[in-house]
């Protein structure tokens, strides 16, 4: 190690940017089709109980899942070089915080989506 480089590891600020984030989690299916030579046009429609991801062959119900964790979304703030005699030092920023993903269900063709019921850590919170 040079007697130049400090051994303090990656500085971590927090630095949200105000884009409210969704991370949409895709189905294989559908990351083939979007990753294929003739990739699809994707609509979005709504229907009585959710938003629904419809192709020219298949539809999706989009759903929304709530983690357990939260997902630290991290961003390079890129080298800061205080003085030429220094090595660059990188750092990294925590943008956001996202605590529920949206899924993706298949859809019959046609039929409306069932209503969906929350998770039992769902109906606790609401009675503490």
């Not at 949200?16 to 299916?29: F, R």
């Not at 630290?72 to 529920?100: F, M």
């Amino acid at each position: 190690m040079m007697s130049s480089q400090k051994d303090t590891g990656i500085p971590l600020n927090h630095a949200p940017d105000g884009i409210g984030y969704k991370l949409l989690e895709l189905p294989p299916e559908l990351l083939a089709l979007l990753e294929s030579e003739n990739p699809p046009i994707l609509t979005i429609e709504s229907s009585t109980n959710s938003a629904i991801l419809k192709s020219d062959t298949q539809s999706w119900g989009l759903r929304q899942k709530n983690t357990s964790n939260a997902l630290i979304l991290l961003k390079s703030s890129g080298a800061t070089n205080p003085s030429p005699s220094q090595i660059p030092e990188a750092s990294l920023k925590a943008i956001a915080t996202v605590h529920d993903t949206i899924e993706l269900v298949p859809e019959p063709t046609g039929k409306p989506a069932p209503v969906a019921r929350g998770k039992w850590h769902e109906r606790f919170a609401r009675g503490r």
